[in-house]
């Protein structure tokens, strides 16, 4: 009975070296890679630490064999194919992008609507300047009211600070 079991044990062991990987080969970022395919045929013959005895490397299988009554196209020419061609977008790519364009127009157009808001604040300004300028130009008795909440006259300093205030906001909002 003891025999049997380690016949038993002796074949289960020799079936899982089967399934080992066979091939090994360092990839083009330098990791090692283990597999029971062949490396795909960018990688150097210089690459490949360990094959199969026996085993001659071809080049990789394509993702979707031809079908029984296709027949396959030279490689020179699905190499071709491959190399020129981009791959195609996928609906989620095409969703993203929509997505993406909807949010820079939305973007934009708020840009837009706050650069115009700016401007007519920026002409309302300079309405109002030019304004008060000329009023404090005409020399007339002007009244304030001062820290305290009380109106009293301006006197020639104050007339002054105005007029320059005002230049400052007609020089920098006032388009010339």
């Given at each position: 009975?003891?025999?049997?079991?380690?016949l038993?044990?002796?074949?289960?062991?020799?079936?899982a070296?089967?399934?080992?990987?066979?091939?090994?080969?360092?990839?083009?970022?330098?990791?090692?890679?283990?597999s029971?395919?062949?490396?795909?045929?960018?990688?150097p013959?210089?690459?490949?630490?360990?094959?199969?005895?026996?085993?001659?490397r071809t080049a990789?299988?394509?993702?979707?064999?031809?079908?029984?009554g296709?027949?396959?196209?030279?490689a020179?020419?699905a190499?071709?194919?491959?190399?020129?061609?981009?791959?195609a977008?996928?609906g989620k790519?095409?969703?993203?992008?929509?997505k993406?364009?909807q949010?820079?127009a939305?973007?934009a157009?708020?840009?837009?609507?706050?650069?115009?808001?700016?401007?007519?604040?920026?002409?309302?300004?300079?309405?109002?300047?030019?304004?008060a300028?000329a009023s404090?130009?005409t020399?007339?008795?002007?009244?304030?009211?001062?820290?305290?909440?009380?109106r009293?006259?301006?006197?020639?300093?104050?007339r002054?600070a105005?007029?320059?205030?005002?230049?400052?906001?007609?020089?920098?909002?006032?388009?010339?």
């Amino acid at each position: 009975m003891k025999m049997h079991k380690l016949l038993l044990l002796a074949v289960a062991c020799t079936w899982a070296l089967g399934a080992a990987a066979q091939w090994q080969w360092i990839d083009k970022d330098g990791r090692k890679v283990f597999s029971d395919r062949p490396p795909p045929s960018d990688i150097p013959e210089k690459s490949i630490l360990k094959q199969p005895s026996g085993a001659a490397r071809t080049a990789s299988l394509p993702a979707n064999p031809p079908a029984a009554g296709d027949t396959p196209a030279p490689a020179s020419a699905a190499s071709q194919s491959q190399a020129g061609a981009k791959p195609a977008a996928t609906g989620k790519d095409k969703e993203l992008e929509e997505k993406k364009a909807q949010a820079e127009a939305a973007e934009a157009a708020k840009k837009k609507a706050e650069d115009e808001k700016v401007a007519r604040a920026k002409t309302e300004n300079c309405t109002r300047a030019r304004q008060a300028k000329a009023s404090l130009e005409t020399g007339r008795p002007m009244m304030h009211n001062n820290a305290q909440g009380e109106r009293v006259y301006m006197d020639e300093a104050a007339r002054n600070a105005e007029i320059k205030r005002a230049n400052e906001v007609i020089a920098s909002d006032c388009a010339r």
